[in-house]
Nanobody, 123 residues
Framework: QVQLVESGGGLVQAGGSLRVSCTAS????????MAWFRQAPGKEREFVAA????????YSEDSAKGRLTISRDNAKNTVYLQMNSLKPEDTAVYYC????????????????WGQGTQVTVSS
């Protein structure tokens, strides 16, 4: 069993930057593919970015490319999402997720979820 806890969310102005973190307990993250999803009010949860267990492969949703970057530090059992050039439409609750399989874009591909951290971007 893996417990995931996100942190680092908050309020930021448009154009600003924020880094959210996801720290695991219970098991090492090094054997899991990881991803970030987000959910805005009234919308479905959507994929943001994913990274392989080793960190050698990472990819992002088209709207996030070049601005939202996923990375991981297995020694710290932590995954990060660096968010730059933030826009009001990035406002959402951001969730990290862990999978024992390949890092997919689908929520159904993940076995464990954190409780989420709120990111609000003001215009």
């Amino acid at each position: 069993q893996v417990q995931l806890v996100e942190s680092g969310g908050g309020l930021v102005q448009a154009g600003g930057s924020l880094r959210v973190s996801c720290t695991a307990s219970g098991r090492t993250l090094s054997t899991y593919s990881m991803a970030w999803f987000r959910q805005a009010p009234g919308k479905e949860r959507e994929f943001v970015a994913a990274i392989s267990w080793s960190g050698s492969i990472a990819y992002s949703e088209d709207s996030a490319k070049g601005r939202l970057t996923i990375s991981r530090d297995n020694a710290k059992n932590t995954v990060y999402l660096q968010m730059n050039s933030l826009k009001p439409e990035d406002t959402a609750v951001y969730y990290c997720a862990a999978s024992t399989r390949w890092a997919s874009r689908q929520t159904t591909g993940y076995d464990y979820w954190g409780q989420g951290t709120q990111v609000t971007v003001s215009s």
